[in-house]
Structures are given as structure tokens and as C-alpha cells.
């Protein structure tokens, strides 16, 4: 696609799906680490573990590959423009709603270091597949661009 990125296109939009796969790996397995995390005592060698492990993944991986996700993503906007189609839109939609997942697993990452355990690991083990849900959507609404 040529626009103001000119040739370097498909290195940005290559870019930008190797940092989305990234973010959704992270997203993937952070739910993981918060059903395993529920089941353990609070204040426990385990307990302080997870809240370890967990802020490590957070802040190395997942923040850092959605916020260049996002960078690249725009980018890839501005180039293409908006009127794009109404799949872009619905695109970016479902991107915002999973942008907001991401803030409520931070959320939730903060409650477990404060040593709050307001759910159960039925919970986390079941919000495991948003991630999953959403990408699907999201790779068949931007690849066959059928709207």
C-alpha cells in the first residue's frame, strides 16, 4: 500500500504484527498466572512469587508490546486513512475493548500484590479465552477486509 509510508509499509505492518503477537501472548498468559496465583496463600513464599512474576510480564512484555503495537498500528492508519472501510472501524473497535481487558488485568495484577483475592480461579480461568476471541475477529475483519 503506498501512502506516506512509502516502501516501508510492510516493514511497519510486519513490525506491528510481531509486537500485537507479543501483546497477546502476555494476554494470554497472565489470566493463567492470576488462576494458579488465586489458589495460593496470601503472604505465602508462592504468594510473593507470582506477584513477582506476574509484574515482570506486565510491565517487560505486555505493556511495552501493546503500547508499540498501538505506535505502529496508527501509523499503519494514517496511511491507509480512515475511509479504509467500515472493517477498520470495527477493527479498532474491538482493539479499544481489548486495549480495556488489558487495563482490568492490570487492575487485577495490582489487587493480588495488595493481597486481595476478590475472585476465584474459575474466574481468570474463563477471561483466559477474551484474548483469544477478540484476536479472531480482528484478524478476520483486517485480512479479508470484506467490509
Given at each position: 500500500?503506498?501512502?506516506?509510508?512509502?516502501?516501508?509499509?510492510?516493514?511497519?505492518?510486519?513490525?506491528?504484527?510481531?509486537?500485537?503477537?507479543?501483546?497477546?501472548?502476555?494476554?494470554?498468559?497472565?489470566?493463567?498466572?492470576?488462576?494458579?496465583?488465586?489458589?495460593?496463600?496470601?503472604?505465602?513464599?508462592?504468594?510473593?512469587?507470582?506477584i513477582d512474576r506476574e509484574k515482570r510480564l506486565i510491565r517487560i512484555i505486555i505493556n511495552p508490546a501493546m503500547a508499540i503495537a498501538w505506535i505502529l498500528?496508527?501509523?499503519?492508519?494514517?496511511?491507509?486513512?480512515?475511509?479504509?472501510?467500515?472493517?477498520?472501524?470495527?477493527?479498532?473497535?474491538?482493539?479499544?475493548?481489548?486495549?480495556?481487558?488489558?487495563?482490568?488485568?492490570?487492575?487485577?495484577?495490582?489487587?493480588?500484590?495488595?493481597?486481595?483475592?476478590?475472585?476465584?480461579?474459575?474466574?481468570?480461568?474463563?477471561?483466559?479465552?477474551?484474548?483469544?476471541?477478540?484476536?479472531?475477529?480482528?484478524?478476520?475483519?483486517?485480512?479479508?477486509?470484506?467490509?
Amino acid at each position: 500500500m503506498i501512502g506516506w509510508l512509502g516502501g516501508a509499509y510492510l516493514w511497519v505492518k510486519a513490525a506491528h504484527i510481531i509486537f500485537v503477537i507479543f501483546w497477546m501472548a502476555g494476554m494470554f498468559m497472565l489470566p493463567r498466572y492470576f488462576a494458579y496465583h488465586s489458589e495460593c496463600e496470601v503472604g505465602s513464599d508462592e504468594d510473593a512469587k507470582w506477584i513477582d512474576r506476574e509484574k515482570r510480564l506486565i510491565r517487560i512484555i505486555i505493556n511495552p508490546a501493546m503500547a508499540i503495537a498501538w505506535i505502529l498500528g496508527l501509523m499503519l492508519v494514517v496511511n491507509i486513512g480512515l475511509d479504509a472501510g467500515l472493517w477498520l472501524h470495527i477493527k479498532l473497535l474491538l482493539v479499544f475493548i481489548l486495549s480495556g481487558f488489558h487495563g482490568s488485568l492490570s487492575k487485577y495484577r495490582k489487587e493480588f500484590a495488595r493481597g486481595e483475592r476478590k475472585r476465584d480461579s474459575k474466574f481468570y480461568r474463563k477471561i483466559n479465552e477474551i484474548p483469544a476471541v477478540f484476536i479472531i475477529a480482528i484478524v478476520l475483519l483486517a485480512v479479508p477486509k470484506a467490509f
